[in-house]
């Protein structure tokens, strides 16, 4: 069976852009997180979404957002795009999310962002 | 302010020497602990969910265990392909909404 995918998997963008990054979870999964991570701070949860709904938010600005749709495909976008933004965005899928009992969850291989 | 810190930040093992991995935490409200497993250039990898003081989970080499302020993860007979970073997560539901909170990960590296 198909595993998590992200695209695209490299961009190269400019300070002041905006940027939509797409995730595609496993068939059937209904929980969609994403993460930022970086050599200094190391990996930092941006935010969950589950049927949808966002469930759970990490401590990012507003300019990081993100959607569910409804056959679970995620987008996240960071508008303003600052230099500190460069970074490599994973996203990850499971069946019901961190609060289900032995879930698991699959990561894609990341988007790597490199802001000039 | 709630915080995870794993030690070490790296550790050397040599294939066979068993040692143990550390995650302390300080949330306010636990609701479960995850450590992964990341080789370099790629995503994580899921290894365990812990979420309750005494629980312990074993896969192959490795196994998980849980008390009210720590985890360790325990490795048994490493092998070179256990070489890799481990990262543990607490998922926080202190505010509003859950939060998880990664440590910065132990590098491990087991020489043949």
């Known amino acids: 069976k198909a595993g998590v995918t992200q695209t695209p998997r490299y961009l190269i963008k400019t300070r002041g852009q905006q940027v939509t990054l797409s995730c595609s979870p496993i068939?059937?999964?209904?929980?969609v997180s994403w993460y930022q991570q970086t050599p200094g701070q190391g990996l930092q949860f941006l935010f969950e979404?589950?049927?949808?709904?966002?469930?759970n938010k990490g401590n990012f600005p507003g300019r990081f957002s993100g959607r569910q749709f409804s056959n679970s495909r995620s987008e996240m976008n960071v508008s303003t795009l600052e230099l500190g933004d460069s970074a490599l965005y994973l996203c990850?899928?499971?069946?019901?999310?961190?609060?289900?009992?032995?879930?698991?969850?699959?990561f894609g291989p990341g988007t790597r962002l490199t802001v000039l | 302010e709630d915080q995870v810190t794993q030690s070490p930040e790296a550790l050397r093992l040599q294939e066979g020497e068993s040692s143990s991995l550390n995650c302390s935490y300080t949330?306010?409200?636990?609701?479960?602990l995850f450590w992964y497993r990341q080789d370099p250039g790629k995503g994580p990898e899921f290894l365990f969910t812990l979420y309750s003081a005494g629980e312990e989970k074993e896969k192959e080499r490795l196994k998980a265990t849980l008390t009210k302020k720590e985890s360790f993860l325990h490795i048994t007979a490493p092998k070179p392909e256990d070489s890799a970073t481990y990262l543990c997560a607490v998922l926080d539901y202190g505010g509003s909404q859950g939060n998880l909170i990664f440590g910065k990960g132990t590098k491990l590296s087991v020489k043949p």
């Open positions: 979404y589950f049927s949808e709904t966002q469930r």
């Open positions: 990850a899928s499971s069946l019901f999310g961190g609060q289900g009992g032995t879930d698991t969850q699959y």
């Open positions: 068939s059937g999964h209904r929980s």
């Open positions: 949330v306010s409200g636990l609701r479960g």
